[in-house]
């Protein structure tokens, strides 16, 4: 991981060895299942929506350490948003992995991630938790795979 800072790779190495908001959720009324067959990751995200808010968020799958950190901190950032909230975030997160944007200054911890946007299979790793709680929130059932994702 040498395209990330030192700081950058700090985040990402504990939350890969401490994922937060690990394991299945109960209550969950939505989830979906992503899949990206570059590198191998796969990711379950359960979302317990209420009224339009994320109320709570897990997610559980085995994968590298960008695509199970970015799972982590994607669960820290939406927790309690609305869900045009989270659709906003992940606009802004979407533009600065894949390089269209390079401001970082409202993403937070998700930030991090900046360093995978000059490297495509990395830019996969990290968005396949995004691309999933999206199908989640859409409601389809079939596995999300990146390569069905135009990035
Ligand atoms: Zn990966």
Not at 21 to 48: I, S
Request: some cysteine; proline content about 2%.
């Amino acid at each position: 991981m040498s395209y990330l800072n030192e700081l950058y790779q700090e985040v990402i190495l504990d939350h890969n060895k401490r994922p937060r908001n690990f394991g299945e959720l109960e209550q969950a009324n939505r989830h979906a299942d992503g899949y990206n067959p570059l590198c191998g990751d796969r990711v379950t995200v359960f979302l317990k929506v209420q009224a339009d808010v994320v109320e709570d968020i897990r997610f559980k799958g085995v994968g590298c350490a960008i695509s199970t950190a970015s799972a982590s901190l994607m669960t820290e950032a939406l927790k309690g948003k609305t869900i045009a909230e989270v659709v906003a975030v992940f606009a802004r997160f979407h533009s600065v992995v894949t390089g269209r944007s390079t401001d970082t200054s409202d993403l937070g911890k998700l930030a991090v991630f900046q360093g995978v946007s000059e490297y495509p299979v990395r830019v996969k790793c990290a968005t396949l938790a995004w691309h999933t709680l999206q199908a989640a929130l859409d409601g389809k059932a079939d596995t999300v795979s990146t390569e069905q994702a135009t990035d």
